[in-house]
């Protein structure tokens, strides 16, 4: 069974960094993309980077130029590096995977918070 683990969520200052990882701690499975997802309060889920596999990047357009995603998806890896945080980053960041068949697979979630 999949099970996908985050790491590094925190409290920040504004113009700060944070570097979040996942793994998947449970069996193995065939990955076709992994990726971060964040929910803030009151809104929806969206997506924020993705790693496709064949090394295709996607990105929110909110986080170019200050977020970066690197992983490897036949290791069932992913992280997110962030840069010159600001409050409207503060949400809960989900790592995510696509596996064969549709099927997707969610970790329980890092909260990022960004404060004076």
């Known amino acids: 069974q999949v099970q996908l683990v985050e790491s590094g969520g925190g409290l920040v200052q504004p113009g700060g960094s944070l570097r979040l990882s996942c793994e998947n701690s449970?069996?193995?499975?065939?990955?076709?993309?992994m990726g971060w997802y964040r929910q803030a309060p009151g809104k929806e889920r969206e997506l924020v980077a993705l790693i496709i596999i064949g090394n295709e990047i996607r990105m929110a357009d909110s986080v170019k130029g200050r977020f970066s995603i690197s992983g490897d998806i036949r290791k069932m890896t992913v992280a997110l590096q962030m840069d010159s945080l600001n409050p409207e980053d503060t949400a809960v960041y989900y790592c995510h995977a696509y596996g064969d068949f549709d099927v997707e697979y969610w970790g329980n979630g890092t909260l990022v918070t960004v404060s004076q």
């Open positions: 449970g069996s193995y499975t065939r990955f076709i993309a």
